[in-house]
């Protein structure tokens, strides 16, 4: 709802009210529709000032509507009716102006903004577009090339930068609810006319076809198939080309076709399920609002490699004070410079000052004696892991959270080399730590609900989309992408081609086919793993037994590249070609597709025709079978967890919602029948093999994304 007082004797003040953020629900608008209503009608009011409860100006359409039926008055004519009142009205904007909520802010006349104030139209994030005229009014007020780079982004923007683009007309450190009263009775009884945007001319580039042919092709590049930030590109370039009124019913028919799509059920999906994973739980029933996190005030960082620098420089970030400690000195000394520059390029991003005196470095394990948290990020091996935990137990002061950056060994098995394994969880990040969104927080059977809470709180601080998730072998993300790299692998020996393959999963919407992403991380690392875990043989043999392992079928392809140091573009060679080891433009190499002609003829292997629905098929729903083998043994607490981990650690297309959301689209029966006719035409791939719980959801009719929890949970309540 809305909320209506007189200040300061001639202002009608009105504020939205609808908790945490003021969302535009059908009661706010039907409130807003009142007031403004009620402040124009009334004599003594001489200017109008909007503002949201809590410091929060507005975040936009209520998002929890969407999908049901959306009562109470549009917003359209709600916010044509403010821009033509005959009274100034002003929007006083702390927080957030989001979305509607900015949108409501351009149909006023005049914006005063808090200078800790972000403002943005990110509806692209949500797969759709902003449908409240801002697609016509924005581009009118800070002209067509900022317009679009705000609009196909979604991003947020600080005041000052609103500022700076002419979206608002002041920034303060005061209360700007008070500045805006005391500005919109200076205003009161000037001519409006001028501050009305929709009636503004589109101020046009000198040649727009040449620039929205330019950023159409950009985006529809970013957008690696997703629908939405196309359509903004359209709906801008009318506000370029048709008199407002036209560009408001493009907008508006633009709209109609993203409202419904399956692409913005699973961004709007995504956006709840971000939101869901910090809400955690662990099958002891410990939980996030049960837990209390211990502080953490210093921090300290183990091992300088890749991930340390990158953490160090997260962690930094942060505003903490950190112990950053490496043996090596030449390590160090490169660390340091390492990571100095990547503090000085994020602040300068950031147009911040950057924290380089938060950083003490030092060679001796004892320096971290008084911080409340260490992350070790030594290399990973066992023993060495073991040995720098069994000194930090012994150097830490009492209670010291001790967290390993392992993204494959068993963390538990770790812990219970410790005094005290309760304070041993899992902080698992992805390369590079500094950018990558994700963290898995690993707990074991003996991690304390307090040490959990507190690697979930520090990852939030980080800035992370922290998910927590049980202890096993490659935990929740690594676990599901070996089906998915197997399957690959078998893909190419029974025809199929690298090129294939990646289009395959490019047109998906992967930022990157599987082979670019080895190519991309090293086949190395993959072939350091099977090693230890005894899976490579040297090459002699050939025919069926050459690749069996364990019983189950086994591609030695990548062990093969390997031993001829094709790693990637580390080396120049992998799957493709590259002009120079280190370089990233990757091409298709003949000398691969003859070696894959003569490994399956060496095995016997005859090669078929093999299309992208069937590459798609093998390599997802075999990802997607393990995602619901992870749910069933409660490593992952619900689906949302494993589609957060996929969508900001593994590049699953957010406009396909992540593997399980994906798994519904598709319907769970027809995932079944695949991977029950892939198992039949492969029976000696385990992995093929349809997981239980895939199988009970099937046979309950297959409820609902949002009804899996509680199958997961009556089952497991049963065992
Ligand atoms: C016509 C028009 O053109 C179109 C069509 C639109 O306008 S489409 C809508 C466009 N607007 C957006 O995209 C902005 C979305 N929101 C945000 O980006 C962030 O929320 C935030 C504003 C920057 C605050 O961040 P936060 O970190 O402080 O808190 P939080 O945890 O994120 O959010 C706190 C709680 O508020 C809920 N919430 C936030 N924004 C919401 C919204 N717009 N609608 C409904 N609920 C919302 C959220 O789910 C969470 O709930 P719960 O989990 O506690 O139950």
């Known amino acids: 709802m809305a909320l209506y ?18 969302a535009l629900s059908a009661a706010v608008r039907q409130g807003i529709v009142d007031m403004v209503e009620r402040a124009l009608g009334d004599p003594n009011v001489k200017s109008v ?3 949201g409860q809590n410091g929060n100006f507005c975040g936009g359409a209520d ?13 359209v004519p709600m916010i044509d009716a403010i821009e033509a ?61 900022a317009a679009l780079n705000l609009i196909t982004t979604g991003r947020h923007v600080t005041a000052t930068q609103a500022l700076q683009l002419g979206i608002v007309d002041q920034v303060t450190d005061h209360n700007a609810v008070d500045v805006a009263v005391k500005f919109s009775l200076s205003v009161a009884g000037q001519s409006l006319d001028a501050r009305r945007i929709s009636t503004y001319p589109c101020p046009l580039p000198s040649d727009s076809d040449a620039l929205f042919e330019g950023v159409m092709q950009k985006v529809r590049q970013r957008a690696h198939g997703a629908i939405a930030p196309v359509a903004c590109v359209q709906a801008v370039r009318a506000a370029a ?27 709007q999906y995504c956006f709840f399920a971000q939101r869901a994973v910090g809400r955690w739980r662990m099958p002891s029933g410990a939980r996030w609002d049960t837990s209390k996190p211990r502080p953490v005030h210093k921090a300290a960082v183990i091992g300088l490699g890749t991930m340390g620098r990158g953490i160090t420089v997260a962690l930094a970030q942060t505003g903490l004070s950190v112990v950053a400690v490496e043996t090596q000195e030449k390590q160090l000394m490169e660390a340091k410079q390492a990571v100095s520059g990547m503090l000085e390029r994020g602040a300068k991003r950031h147009g911040v000052a ?6 003490s470095y030092s060679q001796n394990i004892h320096a971290v004696a008084e911080v409340d948290l260490v992350i070790e990020a030594v290399f990973e091996d066992m023993a060495l892991k073991t040995e720098v935990f ?10 010291t959270l001790l967290c390993t950056n392992t993204s494959a060994l068993d963390v538990d098995k770790l812990a219970s080399k410790m005094p005290n394994p309760e304070l041993v969880v899992g902080m698992h990040f992805f390369a590079p730590a500094h950018v990558m969104k994700l963290l898995e927080v690993v707990y074991g059977p003996r991690s304390s609900p307090q040490a959990v809470a507190t690697a979930m709180q520090l990852g939030k601080k980080m800035g992370k989309v922290s998910v927590a998730v049980g202890n096993c072998r490659g935990f929740v993300g690594n676990r599901m992408l070996m089906p998915y790299l197997q399957q690959a692998f078998f893909l190419l020996e029974e025809g199929a081609t690298p090129e294939l393959v990646d289009r395959a999963l490019e047109e998906f919407g992967f930022p990157m086919g599987v082979f670019r992403m ?20 040297p090459d002699m043999a050939s025919g069926q037994s050459a690749r069996i392992r364990q019983g189950s079928r086994y591609s030695p392809l990548g062990d093969l590249l390997c031993e001829q140091g094709r790693f990637g573009q580390k080396t120049g060679r992998g799957w493709y070609q590259y002009d120079k080891p280190g370089s990233r433009v990757a091409r298709s190499d003949p000398w691969l597709h003859s070696f894959l002609v003569e490994y399956r003829a060496r095995h016997g292997l005859v090669p078929r025709s093999i299309d992208q629905q069937e590459v798609l098929e093998r390599c997802l729903y075999a990802l997607i079978n393990e995602g619901f083998r992870i749910l069933e043994d409660g490593i992952a607490a619900g689906p949302e967890d494993i589609d957060v981990i996929y969508v900001f650690g593994y590049g699953w297309p957010k406009h396909r919602g992540g593997p399980m959301f994906y798994a519904g689209m598709v319907g769970l029966a027809k995932v079944l029948e695949r991977l029950e006719h892939y198992q039949q035409a492969h029976p000696d791939v385990p992995y093929l093999q349809p997981c239980s719980l895939l199988r009970r959801l099937v046979a309950s009719g297959s409820p609902p994304i949002h009804r899996w929890r509680e199958a997961i949970k009556k089952r497991q309540s049963q065992l």
């Not at 007082?5 to 908790?19: D, E, K, M």
Request: glycine fraction near 12%.
């Open 85 to 145: 009142a005959n009274k100034p009205v002003v929007a006083a904007i702390e927080g957030s102006a989001l979305g509607g909520g900015l949108e409501l802010a351009l149909g006023c006349h005049y914006r005063i903004a808090h200078s800790k104030a972000r403002l943005g139209l990110p509806e692209v994030t949500l797969g759709l577009l902003p449908a409240a005229g801002g697609t016509q009014r924005l581009p009118r007020l800070v002209g067509v090339p």
């Open 49 to 51: 000032v909007i503002c």
């Open 354 to 359: 950057p924290t380089l005196d938060r950083i």
């Open 518 to 537: 080895s190519d991309l991380s090293g086949l190395d690392v993959g072939w350091r793993v099977r090693k230890r875990d005894e899976l490579v043989e």
């Open 241 to 267: 080309t048709l008199p407002y009124s036209k560009g408001m019913e493009r907008e508006q028919e633009l709209m109609a076709t993203l409202f419904t799509s399956g692409q913005a059920r699973a961004q």
């Open 63 to 75: 998002i929890k509507e969407f999908g049901t039926n959306m009562s109470g008055p549009p917003l």
């Open 5 to 22: 007082s007189r200040v300061s004797g001639f202002v009608g003040l009105i504020t939205l009210q609808n908790p945490p953020v003021n």
């Open 390 to 399: 069994q000194q930090l137990s012994a150097v830490c002061k009492p209670g």
